[in-house]
């Protein structure tokens, strides 16, 4: 089965500077990548997602990349906020129509004022 | 999100006993699915079902089980065969039509003394 890894674990930054998360995944048949964001004692909630017939897409101050050769994708957050502070969680699908998602084990970011 | 309920939010129960968690949506949502999480470990996936009456094991399916007579509802029971229940569980739900994105619920924390 799929087997996503995600780091790093943990990550703080200061208010304004970017963030960068990253996922690879061991499925060459994974072809969709959501990432979802939680906040302390909410619901996961989709804030990006990517299909692999796309290298990039950009949503605000988001924006996830994907590398299907080395077959790892990263979310990127400028500009942060302390509302981007979240456990923010990366996920693929082998199956392509989000039905079987494979999560990694997540990145609690905090930003720092 | 607000269309996908969970009850109860806490539950409590002593080892041995088999507890039944709700899930109910009005989304008119197609697919429902189950997922644990603990710290650390991300969502693992626990069952999902594509169509009434019709579910699927996920990475973690021991010790748990379901049912799905109806499209909007999904009860998931954790019985006394499993071996660590205390966990937070989460249900989710997705549209076959339009985008993949899965839709969680505000999850139930369920706690076996």
């Known amino acids: 089965g799929e087997n996503v890894e995600q780091h790093p674990s943990t990550l703080s930054v200061q208010e304004g500077d970017s963030a960068v998360i990253k996922c690879t995944y061991s499925?060459?048949?994974?072809?969709?990548f959501p990432w979802y964001k939680q906040e302390l004692g909410k619901r996961p909630q989709l804030i990006i997602d990517?299909?692999?017939?796309?290298g990039e897409k950009k949503d605000q101050r988001i924006a996830v990349t994907l590398n299907k050769t080395a077959k790892h994708f990263s979310l990127h957050i400028t500009e942060t906020q302390p509302e981007d502070s979240a456990v923010y969680f990366c996920?693929?699908?082998?199956?392509?129509?989000?039905?079987?998602?494979?999560f990694g084990t997540g990145t609690q970011l905090k930003v720092e004022l | 999100d607000g269309g996908i309920t969970q009850s109860p939010k806490y539950l409590f129960r002593k080892e041995g006993q088999n507890v039944t968690l709700s899930c109910e949506q009005n989304?008119?949502?197609?697919?429902m699915y189950w997922y644990r999480q603990d710290p650390g470990q991300g969502l693992r996936l626990i069952y999902y079902?594509?169509?009434?009456?019709?579910?699927q094991k996920g990475d973690i399916a021991e010790g748990y089980s379901v049912s799905r007579e109806k499209k909007e509802s999904f009860p998931l029971t954790v019985t006394s065969a499993q071996k660590n229940p205390t966990a937070f569980y989460l249900c989710?739900?997705?549209?076959?039509?339009?985008?993949?994105?899965?839709?969680f619920g505000p999850g139930t924390r369920l706690t076996v003394l």
């Open positions: 989710a739900s997705r549209s076959f039509t339009g985008t993949d994105t899965q839709y």
């Open positions: 996920a693929a699908d082998p199956t392509g129509g989000g039905n079987k998602l494979t």
């Open positions: 079902s594509q169509i009434v009456n019709d579910f």
């Open positions: 499925d060459s048949a994974s072809n969709y």
């Open positions: 989304l008119n949502h197609d697919a």
């Open positions: 990517i299909r692999s017939n796309v």
